[in-house]
């Protein structure tokens, strides 16, 4: 009786091992997943911000005189919003 009680519960232990080594492998595959398309999300993101970038530089170089312009009116705007339009 002794004998077939703990052949159970060896068993059972064997079944919760595996199973719990078939979670951790499923967790770690979809934890790589979420990880490759975070970097693919990244490249993407960075990729068009340096499109972006190379963008405003050649409107910058086209007309420097607008470019300094609209940075003094932000500039301006900026300051009347933080200190209440004074």
């Known amino acids: 009786m002794a004998d077939q009680t703990a052949g159970k519960i ?12 078939e979670l951790y492998e499923r967790a770690k595959d979809q934890a790589q997943s979420a990880i490759e398309a975070g970097r693919e999300t990244f490249d993407a ?17 086209d007309w420097p005189l607008l470019s300094v312009g609209v940075a003094f009116l932000a500039g301006c705007l900026v300051s009347r919003l933080m200190h209440g339009g004074r």
Not at 10 to 18: L, V
């Open 10 to 21: 060896g068993a059972a232990a064997q079944r919760a091992s595996d199973n719990g080594r």
């Open 45 to 61: 993101v960075a990729e068009e911000g340096k499109r972006q970038v190379e963008s405003v530089s050649g409107v910058i170089r």
